[in-house]
Structure formats: C-alpha cells, structure tokens
C-alpha cells in the first residue's frame, strides 16, 4: 500500500502541523518542503549573496545539504520566510529541490510532504490532497503569537503585510505558484482550533483511502 498525502497551503494555515499530525497517525516520513526553500534563502543571506540573483540561489539550492535544514531556530525565523519567498520564484532553484522532493514522495509505503505546490508539481498522483487555509488576518495573528512566545518583536501590522506580501508573491509567480489543485479538497481552519482541524483532514484523508481501496 502506498499513501501519499500532499498537504499545501499559504503561510500560518496550519498545514505544518496537520501534516506532522497525518504522518504520525499513518507512521508515515514527513517531509516540511518550506524548510528547503528557507534553507536555500538563508544561504545565499550568508554567503552575502543577492536575493534577486537566480545563479547564487540555484548554486545553493544544487549544494543543500541535508545538515543545512538542521538548524531550525534560523530557519523559523521571518527573515528565512522572507528570503525563502523570494528565491522560491526562480526556476533553477525548484528544478533543483524537484527531484530530491519527488525521491521522498516515492518511498515505499508512501510520505506526507507539505508546502504550496506538492499536489500540482511535486507528487500529482498523491491519494490525498489536501489545500489548507485561513483568513489572513487569523494566520497573521497565529503566527504572531508565534513568534512573540518566542521573544521575537514585531507589530500585528507588520505581520498581516508579511503575510499578504507572501501570499501575493507565492500565488503570483510564474513557475509552480501557490494554487489548490483540481482534486485537492479545500479546509479552511479560520475558525479551527488545531483538534478540530486535524481531525477534518484525517477525515478527508479517509475519504482518499476509501476512494482508493487503501
Ligand atoms: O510556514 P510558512 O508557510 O510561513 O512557510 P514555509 O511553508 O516554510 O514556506 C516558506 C516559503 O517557501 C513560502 O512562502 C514559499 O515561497 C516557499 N515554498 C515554495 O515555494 N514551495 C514549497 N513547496 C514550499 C515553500
């Protein structure tokens, strides 16, 4: 039995943690796809480099090295969502990440992997699809409170035009853009709290596999 389950979405939907959540219930490997692209974004920061230069980000994308994703507080961080948005866009660096992604999807048994366009480029004949949002307003606020636990500062304004800045920029992009695939099936978690938002995707992963005779 293979399942894989391709959970995307915009920033702060939750769809990091339902897809952690999938994969433990499944005793599925779970793949955080975002973190590739934060890594490749910080990078190029500390090499000095320029985000606006395709050839820098795609040479990082081409080094990744697995021990560059271990370092989550730098990952997590605005400034990483930030860069990685940005060197997201340029084609060399997703034809890069590509077949790594597809590798991990392919393992026997099956994966979760979660990012903006795993059901449309990465793994289009996953089982279940799922394409998780909220209003920006509740993702601004969840991510902020994120961050304040963290002792990070920055204002609630700051945080909404973050998000809405990212938002514009992942959907906007010519080359494998945020959008919900045809067979994905939309859970909107703006008035979920996270019990009530796992169980709705378990349950639409359910589905999948009763379609699917898995
Ligand atoms: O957790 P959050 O949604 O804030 O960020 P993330 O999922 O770690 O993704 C960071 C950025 O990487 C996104 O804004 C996208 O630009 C990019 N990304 C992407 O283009 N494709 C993916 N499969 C995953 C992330």
Redesign the pocket.
Known sequence: MTLIIAVDG????G??TIAARLAQTYGLPHL???????AVGMKVLEAGGSLDDEASATQAARGLDPADLSDDARLTTGEA?EA??RV?GFVGV?AALLELQQAFAAQAGGAVL?????GTV?APEAQAKLFVTAAPEVRATR?WKQLTARGIEISFADMLADIQR?DD??AGRGS?P?VQAEDAVLLDTTDMGIEAAFDAARRIVEAARAKHDL
Do not use: E, H, V
């Open positions: 915009p920033a702060a939907s769809k990091g955080d796809t975002g973190l590739l692209y934060r969502g990685a948005s997201a997703r979660d990012g903006r366009d795993i990465i991510r990212r920029r992942d494998a945020m």
